[in-house]
């Protein structure tokens, strides 16, 4: 639930403030200075969005 609130649980609202919030602890990814490790963190987010993508899949409909 959001401060202030009144539905518990995971609502859409809070987990988009949740994935924000986690990757806003990552800073500007764009101000890694060494290649390899810019490479390995991309790459981390791709696997990450790709792994949303299949839940929204499975939870929503999504026409095509």
């Given at each position: ?14 987990a ?7 990757l ?14 810019h490479?390995?963190?991309m ?5 990450l969005q ?7 899949e499975?939870?929503i409909?999504?026409?095509?």
């Amino acid at each position: 639930m959001l401060t202030g609130g009144q539905i518990p649980g995971w609502t859409p609202e809070v987990a988009v403030v949740l994935w924000r919030r986690m990757l806003g602890v990552l800073g500007d990814v764009n101000d890694i200075d060494t290649p390899a490790v810019h490479e390995k963190v991309m790459g981390h987010l791709l696997e990450l969005q790709d792994t949303l993508i299949k839940v929204i899949e499975h939870v929503i409909i999504i026409p095509k």
